[in-house]
């Protein structure tokens, strides 16, 4: 029997590893990676500055100890370039040779990858993104580099928010700049979005709202001038793009994998081609893209089972994401797209609650600011329902 090929060493591809091993100590599996497949847990790349945390400190595990753990084959640094559905078949690249290798079931958990916004000027290449702890490594050497310490952060999103509060907390100054009117512009009503924002700024980040950075220009040893949509400008010595990530579609086409925002599944994380499933940042399962932890969790493990011989559909309980801003601390669990909710707030001395209710009365999400509020966490998830039931 051919082996089963997970093609991704991000979290989403070694946590099915890991969860297939658990019911199935023998069947051949290979991954693929790209990268040095490493093993480490992304979301501490935005609060790793904090703590001084070396990339070394981070990774968990490299490729060697991970193929020992798992009984994996893990090809490092081999792209693969083509899927050939019928034939079973992959044609990988490492080195400038190809090669190629034939799957019984194929994983793709080739997570997604920053969007570039289009800005002019001759310092545009020297913005930086951290998606990869490769990409942290760059960007703490740069920072080390620098003797002024003043940063931008392009989005003021859950990850720019993220590491602009853990600049800051390593004595940066930071500007967030984000074309939105509120930080977290799509996750928090407006009046939790305000108080948040007055939380980071007492920190000292300051924000630009409503408008976009459109020049970014080298000014030789004083850093960038940035130049804004809205004629503003400001100086920097670093520039961060933290404004979001897209899917990685880019092995879909040639295989005719259908797509849309990501590479669509059913529940049981099954793509329309035969034995091609996807897992993690890169799928939009049941219509749904959750490029979060307990998501890609909950998919690892019902993938693994039907990996092994029990059809199973991945059950999405509500799954609430904590936002690591300690000068503001939030816990999010998404209201789903498309419901229309009316939002309850209590505050508190510390910050505030807020329920979103929908026209049935039903909770169908909250935001949590502050350690009193966080106290309701438990005890809130447990009345939302499902975003995918258990048996579907
Ligand atoms: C800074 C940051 C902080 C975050 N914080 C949180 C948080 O607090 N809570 C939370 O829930 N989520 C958080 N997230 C999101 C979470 O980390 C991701 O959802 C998760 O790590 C995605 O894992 P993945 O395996 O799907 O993708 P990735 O980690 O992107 O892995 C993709 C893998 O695919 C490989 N690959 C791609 N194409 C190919 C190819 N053609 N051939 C071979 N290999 C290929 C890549 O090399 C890589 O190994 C954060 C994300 C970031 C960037």
């Avoid at 400038?96 to 000027?121: E, W």
């Avoid at 000014?219 to 960038?224: F, L, N």
């Avoid at 932890?293 to 559909?313: D, F, I, S, W, Y």
């Avoid at 209201?335 to 505030?352: I, N």
Wanted: charged fraction near 20%; glycine fraction near 6%; include cysteine.
């Amino acid at each position: 029997m051919q082996p089963i090929i997970i093609v991704g060493s991000g979290m989403a591809g070694y946590t099915l590893a890991r969860e297939f091993r658990k019911l199935n100590p023998e069947q051949a599996l290979i991954m693929i990676s790209a990268d040095d497949a490493v093993n480490y847990a992304k979301p501490t790349l935005s609060n790793a500055l904090v703590g001084n945390k070396h990339p070394d400190q981070i990774a968990l595990a490299d490729a060697e100890k991970m193929r020992l753990q798992l009984n994996m084959r893990i090809e490092t640094h081999t792209r693969v370039e083509q899927i050939k559905v019928e034939e079973h078949q992959l044609i990988l690249s490492k080195d400038q040779q190809q090669q190629s290798l034939h799957y019984s079931k194929l994983i793709l958990a080739v997570g997604a990858n920053p969007i570039r916004l289009p800005i002019d000027g001759n310092g545009r290449d020297d913005i930086h993104v951290v998606n990869s702890l490769n990409d942290y490594r760059t960007f703490r050497e740069t920072l080390s580099r620098s003797d002024k310490k003043r940063v931008v952060i392009l989005g003021a999103g859950l990850i720019g928010c993220e590491f602009a509060n853990d600049l800051q907390n390593t004595a940066h100054q930071v500007t967030l700049i984000d074309f939105a009117a509120q930080p977290l512009g799509r996750l928090l009503p407006e009046h939790v979005a305000n108080a948040f924002k007055l939380g980071l700024e007492k920190t000292g980040i300051q924000f630009i709202l409503n408008t976009t950075v459109a020049q970014i220009n080298q000014q030789g040893q004083d850093g960038y001038q940035i130049r804004l949509a809205n004629g503003d400008s400001l100086t920097a010595d670093i520039v961060l793009s933290a404004i979001g990530l897209q899917p990685d579609l880019s092995l879909t086409q040639s295989a005719n994998i259908e797509v849309s925002r990501g590479i669509l599944t059913n529940p049981l994380l099954e793509t329309n081609q035969p034995d091609v499933y996807a897992l993690g940042d890169c799928a939009e399962v049941h219509g749904m893209l959750l490029p979060y932890v307990m998501p890609l969790m909950q998919q690892a493990r019902a993938l693994a089972k039907t990996l092994n011989g029990e059809q199973t559909a991945v059950h999405y309980p509500a799954m609430p994401v904590a936002v690591k801003t300690p000068a503001a601390p939030l816990t999010i669990l998404p209201v789903p797209p498309h419901v229309d909710v009316t939002w309850e707030t209590e505050s508190f001395e510390d910050g505030m609650l807020s329920k979103a209710i929908d026209t049935d009365g039903t909770l169908r999400g909250f935001v949590l600011l502050g350690a009193t509020a966080a106290k309701q966490r438990l005890v809130l998830t447990k009345l939302v329902p499902d975003l995918i039931p258990i048996a579907v």
